[in-house]
């Protein structure tokens, strides 16, 4: 799975690797967590190229209920994501590309739980796939959500494919990292899976490294967090 991530690379970069328009107030991020907004990169809907958007990572889906439910939605299986009614539309019409440098997992060791930081091994950032959804939030449901009934609130999730050889050690999954080649088939195939967009990035392309166990609490978020240790 993936339920912790960073991006901390300037902003003209990322302009530079994903090709999107507009001016943007970037600031590092060490340790996104699921609930919190994060920038997302999707095809702009008055079909004007791509745009950078800031999304609440956790996806809701429209007919649901309760926004609450977007915290177990935070990731989809590229098995299943094309015929799970939760992502199934968002899949066939909202695709998106999320900006990371990389995402943390946890290994026990004894009675601890360590985290590892896996990333590209030339330090390049990466575009993890995922999909996005516009909710509206109904009468019953605004006191819980905080915002007045109607308030459309737009929501993503990421990816997942079966680990590599570098990130099975500490996961069986792994996000689905797209090369920047497969960035336009990911975002506008009809089909992606006709593709070879949804194959895993190669064990080589990535690292694995303990890190500062700070990073289990979402409200670090600073340099510390992806300290090796």
Request: aromatic share 8%.
């Given at each position: 799975?993936?339920?912790?991530?960073?991006?901390?690379?300037?902003?003209?970069?990322?302009?530079?690797?994903?090709?999107?328009?507009?001016?943007?107030?970037?600031?590092?991020?060490?340790?996104?967590?699921?609930?919190?907004?994060?920038?997302?990169?999707?095809?702009?809907?008055?079909?004007?190229?791509?745009?950078?958007?800031?999304?609440?990572?956790?996806?809701?889906?429209?007919?649901?209920?309760?926004?609450?439910?977007?915290?177990?939605?935070?990731?989809?299986?590229?098995?299943?994501?094309?015929?799970?009614?939760?992502f199934r539309?968002?899949?066939?019409?909202?695709?998106?590309l999320i900006?990371?440098?990389?995402?943390?997992?946890?290994?026990?060791?004894?009675?601890?739980?360590?985290?590892?930081?896996?990333?590209?091994?030339?330090?390049?950032?990466?575009?993890?796939?995922?999909?996005?959804?516009?909710?509206?939030?109904?009468?019953?449901?605004?006191?819980?959500?905080?915002?007045?009934?109607?308030?459309?609130?737009?929501?993503?999730?990421?990816?997942?494919?079966?680990?590599?050889?570098?990130?099975?050690?500490?996961?069986?999954?792994?996000?689905?990292?797209?090369?920047?080649?497969?960035?336009?088939?990911?975002?506008?195939?009809?089909?992606p899976s006709?593709?070879?967009?949804?194959?895993?990035?190669?064990?080589?392309?990535?690292?694995?490294?303990?890190?500062?166990?700070?990073?289990?609490?979402?409200?670090?978020?600073?340099?510390?967090?992806?300290?090796?240790?």
């Open positions: 799975m993936c339920g912790r991530y960073t991006i901390t690379t300037p902003l003209e970069s990322l302009r530079n690797l994903f090709d999107f328009e507009g001016n943007f107030n970037l600031g590092a991020r060490y340790n996104v967590a699921p609930t919190q907004n994060a920038a997302v990169v999707r095809n702009a809907p008055d079909g004007g190229g791509r745009e950078l958007v800031m999304l609440r990572w956790g996806l809701v889906p429209r007919w649901a209920k309760e926004l609450s439910i977007g915290s177990r939605m935070i990731n989809a299986r590229t098995e299943t994501v094309a015929s799970k009614p939760s539309e968002a899949y066939k019409k909202r695709r998106c900006p990371a440098d990389g995402y943390f997992e946890w290994k026990k060791k004894g009675e601890i739980k360590q985290p590892y930081l896996l990333r590209r091994r030339d330090d390049a950032p990466m575009a993890f796939a995922g999909l996005w959804e516009n909710w509206k939030v109904p009468e019953a449901n605004a006191e819980a959500a905080g915002q007045p009934t109607g308030t459309e609130i737009t929501t993503f999730t990421i990816l997942t494919t079966d680990a590599n050889e570098t990130a099975k050690p500490t996961h069986h999954r792994m996000p689905l990292i797209l090369e920047p080649e497969f960035f336009e088939a990911w975002l506008t195939a009809d089909d006709d593709t070879d967009v949804m194959l895993a990035v190669p064990a080589v392309a990535l690292s694995s490294v303990a890190v500062n166990r700070r990073v289990g609490s979402p409200r670090n978020d600073d340099p510390a967090c992806i300290e090796p240790i």
